[in-house]
């Protein structure tokens, strides 16, 4: 019988509820992939189950590229104060950085996801240097949680999971 990925066997139900609906999804639109990384970026130093927790709050705060883009200081000050994210200034001020570069690559590209089929398929370490010169507060951990959690590096699901193997990722077993 096909067991689950170890981090959704968790007794805590926001691991399996993430695992089961999307992490490995490919996502919506250039808003999900944005919320993504910003679910990333806010688990820097910190327990997933922690974010995982915060995630709708989180999801809810950083909604859109376009509203993120044009946060101002007093936006900032409101996001501080929120308990239901991550109130790590470095972390508020890079997702509002990187809402601004990504309408950059929405302009020059489309979308922020033909940006990501352009480059698509790289290596882990390509991924990583692409998005450490594109964006804030991206380094090899959170670059590898993103890349897999939206199916463009291997690693999101263990062989065997059920839910795994119902996905469509866009990796080649070749680039893990």
């Known amino acids: 019988m096909a067991s689950y990925c170890s981090f959704a066997r968790k007794s805590n139900g926001v691991h399996r509820e993430h695992h089961d609906t999307e992490h490995g999804f490919e996502p919506k639109d250039d808003n999900d992939l944005f919320r993504r990384l910003i679910l990333e970026i806010s688990q ?48 508020i001020l890079s997702a509002i950085h990187n809402a601004k570069k990504i309408k950059e690559i929405q302009k020059e590209h489309g979308s922020f996801g033909k940006w990501l089929d352009k480059h698509h398929p790289l290596k882990k370490d390509e991924w990583v240097k692409l998005f450490k010169n594109t964006f804030k507060f991206t380094g090899g951990e ?21 839910v795994g193997k119902k996905l ?9």
């Open 44 to 91: 820097a130093g910190l327990s997933f189950e922690t974010i995982l927790k915060k995630k709708k709050t989180i999801y809810k705060a950083f909604s859109t590229v376009d509203i993120v883009s044009s946060f101002d200081d007093k936006d900032i000050k409101k996001l501080m104060q929120n308990p239901g994210i991550i109130r790590n200034k470095l972390k």
């Open 142 to 162: 959170i670059v590898n949680e993103f890349m897999m959690s939206i199916g463009y590096l291997a690693g999101a699901h263990d062989e065997d999971c059920p």
């Open 168 to 176: 469509n990722p866009k990796y080649e077993k070749k680039n893990i």
